[in-house]
């Protein structure tokens, strides 16, 4: 049977994702309702930025001409060949800790930093660890799926160029930020599927991002 690996933050009212970005409102709408004998109902309602919690960042985000959530090809989503790069305690991610192109090709490709173990702390919004703009041009020359990362940004979130994102998603390559649970996964050998609600005019948004196990 295969095994099922939870690699997103559940999203809670009040929680911090980033520093400076205001946390969701989890609320009621209609409180629950008894419509008949033992049946009732219960809607709620939820205020958030699109960067919450484990989110999908389209090309959209950092080019405006480019697809949006709700245009991402799911090829690049859904069911992908994944492998797992091990990265934990390297503060600066270059091609080097990558590896060989032809491990990740065509592949998404998740970077165990181990960072997400600072989540929910202040910890996590500083000394995050980033890839490098070699490291970057390397996820595109392997013809990559996406990029998932265990850590608060892609990118040194000092640097305004932000040559990971523009590269990336220059070249159509979803970015997922803030995963966690990659130390569960295997280097190889597994499949990782990470949908967002397909919602237009977003660059950003929330994905239950699932890895299976065979």
Do not use: C
């Amino acid at each position: 049977m295969s095994r099922f690996v939870d690699l997103s933050h559940a999203v809670e009212h009040g929680m911090i994702t980033y520093p400076g970005l205001p946390a969701p409102v989890v609320s009621t709408h209609r409180e629950r309702t008894e419509i008949s004998p033992g049946v009732s109902f219960h809607i709620g309602r939820i205020d958030l930025v699109a960067n919450t919690g484990t989110y999908v960042d389209a090309p959209f985000h950092y080019h405006s001409d480019g697809p949006d959530v709700a245009a991402l090809p799911l090829e690049r989503l859904v069911d992908v060949p994944a492998v797992r790069v091990s990265a934990y305690g390297v503060p600066v991610i270059g091609p080097d800790v990558l590896g060989e192109p032809d491990r990740l090709w065509g592949k998404a490709v998740l970077v165990h930093t181990g960072w997400s173990r600072h989540w929910g702390t202040e910890r996590y919004g500083t000394g995050s660890p980033y890839l490098t703009a070699d490291a970057a041009r390397l996820l595109v020359e392997a013809n990559v799926a996406l990029l998932g990362v265990d850590a608060l940004n892609v990118d040194d979130t000092a640097d305004p160029v932000r040559p990971v994102h523009d590269t990336l998603l220059a070249s159509g390559i979803p970015i997922l930020e803030h995963l966690t649970n990659l130390s569960a996964l295997p280097d190889d050998g597994f499949r990782l599927t990470a949908l967002p609600a397909p919602v237009r005019g977003l660059g950003s948004f929330p994905v239950r991002a699932v890895a299976v196990l065979a």
